[in-house]
């Protein structure tokens, strides 16, 4: 037994059978827990902390130039032309629903299978979800042409309009869950850091530090009715957030799927798209992660075994994603309809070709390296392969959305898409966005769920007493 | 602690095994008569109507056994724990997959003797017309007969494979078991995945021949894994009844199967809701046909029910947690939500025979159905012959044992 | 915990508010609860840095109604989201789309779905804070610096004095016998609860502050002010593209406002009856004898050629070849000299219709209207062989007037009319005439009258429509004159439709006729009404 322990806190990615390998490691206790991710937000921030923010910072600024100069000078500065009106910006806004889906999945939906290891990354995966809502619903938002009227969508009693939203549209739909999806999600991550928050409180050593979180936790203080209403109602949101998840990137796809358009109107679209969803976001997760654990210090709670569960489920999802892909052209040759089948060669032989193979080589092909343990449990190659698999995942989109659109009914209106400056620039400012706002999470807020990871720790170590067989002192 | 001990009490009743027979004779008389009724609903359309019904309670009994293997493999390749004692029944459903396949014979002898009473796409190219005249390269009696008998191998190999590695532990108790079959899962859910999906296709989507879905297969697999934990529970059920299986199984695992089956209940509405949608609103007749059939001859009362007694009324009902920890609660939804599953079946395939829907024609597919799954009863009941209903060597069956449900 | 001590009295110490009793790990704080629960506490709590489980039981606490509350407010968002969504789009504001009814409860699901779960949620995060009575940041236990464990790495128990039980020495002695770390007695919060002046204050200032643009906005939105608006952002308000009646340089005409191409119709409008379009009939006008004909026709043609951009409109009549610009394109049997210079051939003119017409066209200020009534007069003076021979005027021009006395002009509107039709002819009356016209048709619009206050020097009043000459003309005439305008007044075939016209031309007349209306023109019912008024 001695042997297998030790093995352990060497890998814990090794599991006997019948024995749960520990999720922290190290030897940790609650207190070193806490003063582990504490000191994340306590102590002076790392060099490259500085640098990142200053790189990311500038791309945001840039970013908000250039929403302003395209509110002044309209959307023509973009490459979007006939026949090809969704171009870029519509590609961004699925590209980073997409990313926002894989924190819902870590911590609501890994929560209900039980998954205790969601508890290392759910908080920073759920921040993450939080600032790619953000900057998708950016995207739509200055699509629109007169970008600050785009309150109209919602339907309230206009004093001057006389009419209401059209919500037989699926892009009302998409309004109203992209929306929805920012609310819970921002609920959700809210609720589960209260009582880290409060932890944060309890260590200031500043009066102002102690005002600032301990208003944000709302006077926590760790009763035990304040824990059995607090799980119950985080149980209930998990519950909620798991078919929203789900519903938001269906209604994205559907904004595609229910059009009549060749490549886009599928039935499987739906779980299609959520699939790629987890799939770009776990590979965004990782991406994030590999160096948030690195320059944190944090290898003890996000442990190799965390980083190569993700990776098993960026596997899974991306094996489904390359199993929709074929049952896609399947079912295009299958139909023998002409513009299905014509589109889909088109898609891999016509002008798009490069964006193609660019897609199926990352999405398809790159993840199907995590078949070996040895490439899984690398963190080098895992953010390399994680980086492909979202260049793969902007580039599905890309090829949806363009190719289809490229080539209407009317072999006339046929076109080329070209990006212009704007677009590419904007994509880019995106991620300064994105960035900013994740590193700012790190530098201020709890990056790791302490009091979940806590109540993991003393589950596990229930577990191990019951496999030493003294289990006549505790009770269950 | 709890301990399973490899005695009388994790294997089923004595009285059962001798009922096997009997059973497999009541079920082809059950079907012999089911053909009897189906003469007097319409003489005319008797080949049409009974192949029709054969396929459906085929489905209806085939979707389960699938539904058991997806769930005997997604338990080793996430290490589950909690699942190790209701495993193994799950096991023997799904090893009952090679004797199904043997119910295919009727259907492929059909085709091979070019009748279109099943699938209107056995013809010559000249005798159809229209887009099934164009895919006769793909659905023909020969390539068709091919790719059922490479799904049904697949499958048959699969879980033959690991019921014999799960039966090696109960002798040996070996760890590596384990980790093999957990090795080996996850290719195999790759070969599972890509042929339910196209058996789906071959078996139920082409009985249109000119209509296509992608997400039909996704469609059927949900639906069949929502029947497999029905059957599953029930079984464990009528097992306890029987004073069997009392200490293996608790309410925990029945708590947890139910939520699974709630979870996928809503994966099938979601399902149906995306195929239905989308054709829908883009509304192109070529589509729709598909859901105009449903909607025709009588058949559209059934659609509409469906939703209900599928999605609706059972969500309301299994939503809460202490439906889900009561017995009696979870084996009502479980009976429903079979009978919803056969509802299912009936909607996928009936109302392609174009014969109005009728009481008589219900009722005569119901002892079709009846015979169906008595044969059905008696396979498992001689697959679980001198089987232990448990793996009580798994090496993860203490957590098993001890594990309780959370809040939810 | 402590709602009961409130009221707080300054001048006293601060009052015991229970015992607190601090252990290492939760087995210890378990033992602990279930001693204290036998011993028959009931108001007692634990604080935990992670929900420990077992304690509820251990402590007795009973299950949370959240669920049900949740349950609610998720019903209350299906509920809100299907009736929104219907009344929204098949009751308050229904239109058609896609081919979709209006109530299509298919497309409903996606957003009734994610409200239902957007209001379980929000219920669900309120109702959790709100049971839990948060937020709340005064607690006694907070003073205790000891206590900021209970985030951290210690388990406490605490025993409220308020239990039935409670005594300062048993609860003492109980919790020590459970061996805690540390066993403390809770004071009561003593710091003043009364938020500073100087902080709310400035929250209420910084209110204050915060509504002030949206204060404004709601000012702007729902007042009238004279000025143009203010552009925050441009709204597509400056296009480089024409709006009717601005000039352009791209035409010889020097107009944006372009006619159909000749002989043709736009799609879907061929109503297969020329009158209809023409405001006269054709048929007829082919007729008349050859040398009229073949001048009308070869006018026409000619007129064609040599200004094929600004080709006249369908139906555009014959014209004198010498005329050049639209303003003239009017034929000459019809339009004797147009000008009041040449007020001396009026009379000569046995057309009834003629006055003079110089009607300003409104958008077309920056025109030279001098040069363009210079044109026009030259034009007519060519055209009309009679101005040009004073001499023999009455046989020349009596022989015009009795082989082409005018346009045959229908006498009846070629399109059946109704109250709908009327109310169209009202409504375009109203957007396209009545700026010049009047509403009334007095020739007192707005424009009319702005050039006159500002005395335009080449404005010419527009023409009353109630004029005699104006009210007898037939229909036809007044179709005609709508279509191609006439002096300085546009055509406005290019902007109304032929029924537009024609409705238009229904509503002149029927305010002709209001000014000549005798009592029995009244409807019966409304009659008694009139004769009430008077």
């Given at each position: 037994?001695?042997?297998?322990?030790?093995?352990?806190?060497?890998?814990?990615?090794?599991?006997?059978?019948?024995?749960?390998?520990?999720?922290?490691?190290?030897?940790?206790?609650l207190?070193?827990?806490?003063?582990?991710?504490?000191?994340?937000?306590?102590?002076?921030?790392?060099?490259?902390?500085?640098?990142?923010?200053?790189?990311?910072?500038?791309?945001?600024?840039?970013?908000?130039?250039?929403?302003?100069?395209?509110?002044?000078?309209?959307?023509?500065?973009?490459?979007?032309?006939?026949?090809?009106?969704?171009?870029?910006?519509?590609?961004?806004?699925?590209?980073?629903?997409?990313?926002?889906?894989?924190?819902?999945?870590?911590?609501?939906?890994?929560?209900?299978?039980?998954?205790?290891?969601?508890?290392?990354?759910?908080?920073?995966?759920?921040?993450?979800?939080?600032?790619?809502?953000?900057?998708?619903?950016?995207?739509?938002?200055?699509?629109?042409?007169?970008?600050?009227?785009?309150?109209?969508?919602?339907?309230?009693?206009?004093?001057?309009?006389?009419?209401?939203?059209?919500?037989?549209?699926?892009?009302?739909?998409?309004?109203?869950?992209?929306?929805?999806?920012?609310?819970?999600?921002?609920?959700?991550?809210?609720?589960?850091?209260?009582?880290?928050?409060?932890?944060?409180?309890?260590?200031?050593?500043?009066?102002?530090?102690?005002?600032?979180?301990?208003?944000?936790?709302?006077?926590?203080t760790g009763s035990t009715r304040?824990w059995m209403?607090?799980?119950?109602?985080?149980?209930?949101?998990?519950?909620?957030?798991?078919?929203?998840?789900?519903?938001?990137?269906?209604?994205?796809?559907?904004?595609?799927?229910?059009?009549?358009?060749?490549?886009?109107?599928?039935?499987?679209?739906?779980?299609?798209?959520?699939?790629?969803?987890?799939?770009?976001?776990?590979?965004?997760?990782?991406?994030?992660?590999?160096?948030?654990?690195?320059?944190?210090?944090?290898?003890?709670?996000?442990?190799?075994?965390?980083?190569?569960?993700?990776?098993?489920?960026?596997?899974?999802?991306?094996?489904?994603?390359?199993?929709?892909?074929?049952?896609?052209?399947?079912?295009?040759?299958?139909?023998?309809?002409?513009?299905?089948?014509?589109?889909?060669?088109?898609?891999?032989?016509?002008?798009?070709?490069?964006?193609?193979?660019?897609?199926?080589?990352?999405?398809?092909?790159?993840?199907?390296?995590?078949?070996?343990?040895?490439?899984?449990?690398?963190?080098?190659?895992?953010?390399?392969?994680?980086?492909?698999?979202?260049?793969?995942?902007?580039?599905?989109?890309?090829?949806?959305?363009?190719?289809?659109?490229?080539?209407?009914?009317?072999?006339?209106?046929?076109?080329?898409?070209?990006?212009?400056?704007?677009?590419?620039?904007?994509?880019?400012?995106?991620?300064?966005?994105?960035?900013?706002?994740?590193?700012?999470?790190?530098?201020?807020?709890?990056?790791?769920?302490?009091?979940?990871?806590?109540?993991?720790?003393s589950?596990?170590?229930?577990?191990?007493?019951?496999?030493?067989?003294?289990?006549g002192q505790h009770h269950h | 602690?709890?301990?399973?001990?490899?005695?009388?009490?994790?294997?089923?009743?004595?009285?059962?095994?001798?009922?096997?027979?009997?059973?497999?004779?009541?079920?082809?008389?059950?079907?012999?008569?089911?053909?009897?009724?189906?003469?007097?609903?319409?003489?005319?359309?008797?080949?049409?109507?009974?192949?029709?019904?054969?396929?459906?309670?085929?489905?209806?009994?085939?979707?389960?056994?699938?539904?058991?293997?997806?769930?005997?493999?997604?338990?080793?390749?996430?290490?589950?724990?909690?699942?190790?004692?209701?495993?193994?029944?799950?096991?023997?459903?799904?090893?009952?997959?090679?004797?199904?396949?043997?119910?295919?014979?009727?259907?492929?002898?059909?085709?091979?003797?070019?009748?279109?009473?099943?699938?209107?796409?056995?013809?010559?190219?000249?005798?159809?017309?229209?887009?099934?005249?164009?895919?006769?390269?793909?659905?023909?009696?020969?390539?068709?007969?091919?790719?059922?008998?490479?799904?049904?191998?697949?499958?048959?190999?699969?879980?033959?494979?690991?019921?014999?590695?799960?039966?090696?532990?109960?002798?040996?108790?070996?760890?590596?078991?384990?980790?093999?079959?957990?090795?080996?899962?996850?290719?195999?859910?790759?070969?599972?995945?890509?042929?339910?999906?196209?058996?789906?296709?071959?078996?139920?989507?082409?009985?249109?021949?000119?209509?296509?879905?992608?997400?039909?297969?996704?469609?059927?697999?949900?639906?069949?894994?929502?029947?497999?934990?029905?059957?599953?529970?029930?079984?464990?059920?009528?097992?306890?009844?029987?004073?069997?299986?009392?200490?293996?199984?608790?309410?925990?695992?029945?708590?947890?199967?139910?939520?699974?089956?709630?979870?996928?209940?809503?994966?099938?509405?979601?399902?149906?809701?995306?195929?239905?949608?989308?054709?829908?609103?883009?509304?192109?007749?070529?589509?729709?046909?598909?859901?105009?059939?449903?909607?025709?001859?009588?058949?559209?009362?059934?659609?509409?029910?469906?939703?209900?007694?599928?999605?609706?009324?059972?969500?309301?009902?299994?939503?809460?947690?202490?439906?889900?920890?009561?017995?009696?609660?979870?084996?009502?939804?479980?009976?429903?939500?079979?009978?919803?599953?056969?509802?299912?079946?009936?909607?996928?395939?009936?109302?392609?025979?174009?014969?109005?829907?009728?009481?008589?024609?219900?009722?005569?597919?119901?002892?079709?159905?009846?015979?169906?799954?008595?044969?059905?009863?008696?396979?498992?009941?001689?697959?679980?012959?001198?089987?232990?209903?448990?793996?009580?060597?798994?090496?993860?069956?203490?957590?098993?044992?001890?594990?309780?449900?959370?809040?939810? | 915990m402590?709602?009961?001590?409130?009221?707080?009295?300054?001048?006293?110490?601060?009052?015991?508010?229970g015992w607190i009793a601090e252990y290492v790990d939760e087995h210890g704080l378990l033992e602990a609860a279930r001693k204290v629960r036998e011993a028959g506490y009931t108001k007692t709590d634990a604080f935990t840095p992670y929900p420990v489980h077992g304690i509820d039981h251990a402590l007795g606490i009973?299950?949370?109604?959240?669920?049900?509350?949740?349950?609610?407010?998720?019903?209350?968002?299906?509920?809100?989201?299907?009736?929104?969504?219907?009344?929204?789009?098949?009751?308050?504001?229904?239109?058609?789309?896609?081919?979709?009814?209006?109530?299509?409860?298919?497309?409903?699901?996606?957003?009734?779905?994610?409200?239902?779960?957007?209001?379980?949620?929000?219920?669900?995060?309120?109702?959790?804070?709100?049971?839990?009575?948060?937020?709340?940041?005064?607690?006694?236990v907070?003073?205790s610096?000891r206590f900021?464990r209970a985030?951290?790495d210690r388990f406490f128990l605490y025993v409220d004095s308020?239990d039935?039980y409670f005594n300062k020495n048993s609860v003492q002695n109980l919790l020590s016998s459970t061996n805690p770390e540390s066993l403390e007695e809770v004071?009561?919060?003593?710091?003043?609860?009364?938020?500073?002046?100087?902080?709310?204050?400035?929250?209420?200032?910084?209110?204050?502050?915060?509504?002030?643009?949206?204060?404004?906005?709601?000012?702007?939105?729902?007042?009238?002010?004279?000025?143009?608006?203010?552009?925050?952002?441009?709204?597509?308000?400056?296009?480089?593209?024409?709006?009717?009646?601005?000039?352009?340089?791209?035409?010889?005409?020097?107009?944006?406002?372009?006619?159909?191409?000749?002989?043709?119709?736009?799609?879907?409008?061929?109503?297969?009856?020329?009158?209809?379009?023409?405001?006269?009939?054709?048929?007829?006008?082919?007729?008349?004898?050859?040398?009229?004909?073949?001048?009308?026709?070869?006018?026409?043609?000619?007129?064609?050629?040599?200004?094929?951009?600004?080709?006249?409109?369908?139906?555009?009549?014959?014209?004198?070849?010498?005329?050049?610009?639209?303003?003239?394109?009017?034929?000459?049997?019809?339009?004797?000299?147009?000008?009041?210079?040449?007020?001396?051939?009026?009379?000569?003119?046995?057309?009834?219709?003629?006055?003079?017409?110089?009607?300003?066209?409104?958008?077309?200020?920056?025109?030279?209207?001098?040069?363009?009534?210079?044109?026009?007069?030259?034009?007519?003076?060519?055209?009309?062989?009679?101005?040009?021979?004073?001499?023999?005027?009455?046989?020349?021009?009596?022989?015009?007037?009795?082989?082409?006395?005018?346009?045959?002009?229908?006498?009846?509107?070629?399109?059946?009319?109704?109250?709908?039709?009327?109310?169209?002819?009202?409504?375009?009356?109203?957007?396209?005439?009545?700026?010049?016209?009047?509403?009334?048709?007095?020739?007192?619009?707005?424009?009319?009258?702005?050039?006159?206050?500002?005395?335009?020097?080449?404005?010419?009043?527009?023409?009353?429509?109630?004029?005699?000459?104006?009210?007898?003309?037939?229909?036809?005439?007044?179709?005609?004159?709508?279509?191609?305008?006439?002096?300085?007044?546009?055509?406005?075939?290019?902007?109304?439709?032929?029924?537009?016209?024609?409705?238009?031309?229904?509503?002149?007349?029927?305010?002709?006729?209001?000014?000549?209306?005798?009592?029995?023109?009244?409807?019966?019912?409304?009659?008694?009404?009139?004769?009430?008024?008077?």
């Open positions: 037994m001695a042997s297998i322990a030790t093995s352990f806190e060497i890998d814990n990615t090794i599991e006997i059978p019948g024995r749960r390998a520990p999720l922290v490691t190290g030897n940790q206790t207190g070193s827990v806490t003063e582990m991710v504490s000191s994340v937000a306590e102590r002076p921030q790392p060099k490259i902390w500085y640098i990142a923010f200053a790189i990311s910072f500038s791309m945001m600024v840039m970013f908000f130039s250039l929403i302003a100069y395209l509110i002044y000078m309209g959307v023509g500065i973009w490459g979007n032309m006939s026949p090809v009106f969704w171009a870029w910006p519509i590609v961004n806004f699925v590209f980073w629903v997409g990313i926002a889906h894989a924190g819902t999945l870590i911590s609501a939906v890994l929560f209900l299978f039980r998954q205790n290891w969601r508890t290392s990354i759910n908080r920073a995966a759920e921040a993450m979800t939080i600032f790619a809502v953000v900057c998708a619903g950016i995207f739509p938002g200055i699509h629109v042409g007169r970008a600050w009227l785009a309150f109209w969508l919602t339907p309230y009693p206009s004093l001057n309009l006389w009419m209401w939203p059209q919500f037989r549209s699926p892009l009302l739909w998409d309004v109203f869950a992209v929306s929805t999806y920012a609310s819970v999600s921002l609920m959700f991550w809210y609720m589960g850091m209260i009582p880290d928050l409060a932890t944060y409180r309890d260590r200031s050593k500043t009066k102002l530090r102690r005002l600032i979180y301990g208003i944000l936790c709302l006077g926590w304040h209403r607090y799980e119950k109602a985080y149980t209930i949101l998990a519950a909620l957030a798991t078919p929203l998840v789900l519903s938001v990137h269906t209604v994205v796809s559907f904004d595609f799927a229910v059009s009549q358009l060749p490549g886009w109107h599928t039935t499987i679209f739906p779980p299609y798209f959520v699939a790629g969803a987890i799939f770009s976001g776990f590979a965004m997760v990782i991406t994030l992660l590999v160096p948030v654990r690195k320059i944190y210090g944090l290898e003890h709670l996000i442990t190799m075994r965390h980083l190569e569960n993700m990776n098993k489920i960026i596997l899974v999802t991306g094996s489904l994603v390359g199993l929709a892909y074929a049952t896609e052209f399947f079912m295009a040759w299958y139909s023998f309809n002409g513009f299905e089948s014509y589109t889909f060669i088109n898609r891999a032989f016509g002008p798009y070709w490069w964006a193609y193979w660019i897609m199926v080589s990352c999405n398809v092909i790159c993840p199907q390296l995590f078949w070996f343990k040895k490439l899984r449990t690398s963190p080098v190659l895992m953010v390399i392969i994680s980086i492909f698999v979202n260049i793969g995942m902007w580039f599905e989109r890309f090829v949806i959305t363009v190719t289809s659109l490229s080539r209407d009914f009317l072999p006339s209106s046929w076109g080329y898409f070209r990006p212009t400056i704007f677009d590419m620039l904007m994509l880019a400012g995106s991620f300064g966005l994105f960035m900013t706002l994740f590193l700012l999470f790190c530098r201020f807020l709890p990056t790791i769920a302490m009091a979940e990871v806590k109540g993991v720790m589950a596990h170590a229930h577990a191990e007493a019951h496999l030493a067989g003294d289990h | 602690m709890i301990q399973i001990k490899n005695d009388e009490s994790i294997r089923i009743p004595e009285s059962w095994r001798s009922k096997a027979i009997p059973m497999i004779v009541v079920g082809i008389i059950a079907v012999g008569i089911s053909f009897f009724l189906f003469r007097l609903v319409s003489d005319k359309d008797v080949m049409k109507l009974v192949s029709h019904s054969y396929l459906a309670n085929l489905m209806f009994c085939m979707t389960i056994a699938i539904g058991a293997m997806f769930f005997v493999l997604v338990q080793y390749v996430v290490r589950s724990g909690w699942s190790a004692t209701v495993r193994r029944l799950a096991e023997i459903i799904s090893s009952v997959i090679p004797w199904l396949a043997m119910l295919f014979i009727p259907i492929l002898v059909m085709l091979v003797l070019g009748r279109k009473d099943l699938y209107e796409w056995n013809a010559s190219r000249e005798e159809l017309h229209g887009l099934a005249a164009e895919k006769t390269g793909y659905l023909n009696w020969w390539f068709f007969s091919l790719r059922s008998v490479i799904y049904l191998s697949i499958w048959s190999v699969i879980v033959t494979w690991v019921h014999r590695m799960s039966r090696r532990q109960d002798e040996t108790g070996e760890v590596e078991i384990t980790l093999k079959i957990q090795k080996y899962s996850g290719p195999m859910i790759v070969l599972f995945a890509l042929s339910v999906s196209f058996a789906a296709f071959d078996w139920v989507m082409s009985l249109q021949a000119d209509w296509y879905s992608t997400i039909f297969g996704v469609y059927m697999f949900a639906g069949g894994m929502v029947a497999f934990f029905a059957t599953m529970m029930l079984l464990f059920d009528l097992l306890q009844r029987c004073g069997k299986l009392r200490d293996a199984v608790n309410v925990e695992h029945f708590h947890d199967m139910s939520k699974i089956m709630f979870g996928f209940n809503m994966f099938w509405a979601y399902c149906g809701f995306s195929q239905f949608m989308l054709y829908w609103y883009a509304d192109i007749p070529e589509e729709t046909s598909w859901f105009r059939t449903r909607i025709e001859n009588g058949w559209d009362t059934l659609s509409y029910v469906l939703i209900a007694v599928h999605f609706i009324i059972p969500f309301l009902g299994l939503m809460s947690r202490h439906v889900r920890r009561n017995r009696v609660g979870v084996v009502f939804w479980c009976a429903w939500l079979l009978v919803a599953h056969w509802m299912d079946m009936v909607f996928m395939v009936m109302p392609n025979t174009h014969v109005p829907a009728s009481g008589l024609l219900f009722i005569a597919h119901l002892i079709g159905t009846i015979g169906m799954v008595s044969i059905f009863a008696a396979f498992l009941i001689l697959r679980a012959s001198d089987v232990p209903l448990v793996a009580h060597r798994d090496p993860r069956l203490r957590e098993a044992l001890t594990y309780s449900n959370p809040i939810l | 402590s709602e009961h001590h409130e009221k707080k009295d300054r001048s006293r110490p601060p009052q015991s508010q009973r299950p949370t109604v959240l669920p049900f509350i949740v349950l609610v407010g998720g019903f209350t968002g299906l509920g809100t989201a299907l009736l929104m969504q219907y009344w929204m789009n098949a009751v308050d504001y229904p239109y058609l789309i896609s081919g979709k009814p209006l109530g299509s409860w298919p497309a409903f699901i996606p957003v009734t779905f994610e409200l239902t779960v957007l209001f379980s949620a929000i219920t669900t995060f309120l109702g959790s804070i709100l049971l839990n009575r948060l937020p709340k940041y005064s607690n006694p907070f003073t610096p900021d985030t951290d308020s039935r004071m009561e919060d003593a710091s003043s609860t009364v938020i500073p002046r100087a902080v709310w204050l400035s929250v209420l200032l910084l209110l204050v502050i915060a509504s002030i643009p949206m204060a404004i906005i709601l000012k702007m939105r729902n007042s009238n002010s004279p000025s143009p608006r203010w552009h925050v952002f441009f709204d597509m308000d400056f296009q480089p593209k024409k709006k009717p009646q601005q000039i352009s340089t791209l035409f010889a005409d020097g107009r944006a406002m372009r006619s159909p191409v000749l002989g043709t119709v736009a799609r879907g409008q061929w109503e297969g009856n020329d009158a209809f379009y023409l405001g006269y009939d054709p048929a007829k006008l082919a007729a008349h004898a050859g040398r009229d004909r073949s001048r009308f026709v070869g006018a026409s043609l000619a007129a064609a050629m040599q200004d094929p951009v600004g080709a006249p409109a369908l139906g555009q009549p014959p014209t004198p070849d010498e005329e050049k610009s639209p303003e003239s394109a009017i034929p000459a049997g019809s339009n004797v000299p147009a000008k009041s210079e040449t007020s001396d051939e009026m009379d000569e003119s046995s057309n009834a219709a003629e006055k003079p017409s110089d009607e300003p066209s409104p958008g077309d200020e920056a025109t030279d209207g001098k040069v363009m009534v210079e044109e026009t007069q030259t034009a007519n003076d060519a055209a009309s062989p009679s101005s040009g021979e004073p001499a023999n005027p009455s046989q020349d021009g009596a022989a015009l007037a009795s082989a082409v006395p005018t346009l045959p002009f229908v006498t009846n509107i070629p399109m059946e009319i109704d109250a709908q039709v009327m109310e169209l002819g009202k409504k375009k009356f109203e957007i396209y005439c009545s700026v010049c016209h009047g509403v009334g048709g007095d020739g007192d619009g707005l424009v009319a009258r702005r050039a006159e206050e500002i005395a335009q020097s080449y404005w010419l009043p527009p023409t009353s429509l109630h004029a005699d000459a104006v009210r007898s003309q037939p229909v036809g005439q007044v179709f005609y004159t709508i279509s191609n305008g006439k002096g300085k007044m546009a055509g406005y075939g290019a902007v109304l439709t032929p029924k537009e016209r024609w409705a238009v031309v229904l509503y002149v007349k029927a305010l002709q006729r209001s000014r000549n209306a005798s009592e029995s023109d009244v409807p019966l019912e409304m009659q008694s009404k009139l004769s009430q008024s008077k």
